[in-house]
């Protein structure tokens, strides 16, 4: 069964310090989201990617987070520097295609997430 | 804007008892509901959607959510529940613009005594 693979499951930093996370989505998914779930707390989007461009990056700090997806398969987010409030899990989702929730291509599947501790 | 409220952040059932987690949501039009459930540590799992039609739907696991317009809830149930159902359970809405963004509750543990 195909799956949304995230890397590294988790990872420790200090503060001040810069980190990356990867997400490969189910191949042929054009559609990509990234979602910050702080302990306690439901996901929360940070940017959503239909193939290689951005459809919705909001919420995402962008004074210190970054996120790529160059060839419109898998993608890297980044942060720097990391701050203590960043510690969070960081999930990955894909979809066949934004939008079509009813027809099912919209339907998001989740990768098992990075869990970040900055110290 | 649209929202999505979870009013009970953690709820202990017996094994074998019945469970009903409550999902209240925001939104102006018809709304896209769905329910995910996340192992710890985990990502997260559908269980179930409403699009549109019959408002009790039926999902993976043995359950059930009724969609109730009048009520602004979709409550999730099952009849009997499972040591294996102890997690975390969250209610979303679809967001507008048919974008395919997701909304969440912040979530309900649920902890089953054996």
């Known amino acids: 069964e195909a799956e949304v693979a995230q890397s590294p499951r988790y990872k420790i930093t200090e503060k001040s310090q810069a980190v990356a996370f990867w997400c490969d989505p189910i191949?042929?998914?054009?559609?990509l989201y990234w979602y910050r779930q702080i302990l306690g707390q439901g996901p929360e989007l940070l940017v959503q990617f239909q193939d290689e461009s951005v459809v919705d990056d909001s919420q995402l700090p962008k004074d210190r987070f970054s996120a790529e997806r160059l060839k419109g398969v898998d993608s890297t987010l980044k942060i720097q520097p990391a701050e203590l409030g960043d510690s969070a899990m960081y999930l990955c989702?894909?979809?066949?295609?934004?939008?079509?929730?009813?027809?099912?291509?919209?339907?998001?599947?989740f990768g098992p997430g990075t869990r970040l501790t900055v110290l | 804007a649209q929202s999505v409220t979870q009013p009970d952040i953690h709820i202990t059932v017996s094994e074998g008892a019945s469970l009903e987690l409550r999902c209240n949501y925001s939104?102006?039009?018809?709304?896209?509901l769905f329910w995910y459930v996340q192992s710890p540590g985990q990502g997260l799992q559908l269980l179930l959607k409403y699009f549109s039609g019959d408002t009790l739907v039926q999902g993976i696991k043995g359950f059930e959510a009724e969609f109730k317009r009048s009520q602004s809830s979709f409550n999730l149930r099952k009849p009997s529940v499972h040591w294996s159902d102890a997690a975390e359970y969250f209610c979303?809405?679809?967001?507008?613009?048919?974008?395919?963004?997701?909304?969440f509750g912040q979530g309900t543990t649920l902890q089953v005594k054996p």
């Open positions: 191949s042929g998914h054009a559609t």
């Open positions: 989702a894909s979809s066949l295609g934004q939008g079509s929730l009813a027809s099912g291509t919209g339907e998001q599947f």
């Open positions: 939104y102006g039009a018809t709304p896209y």
């Open positions: 979303a809405v679809a967001g507008s613009g048919n974008t395919g963004k997701l909304i």
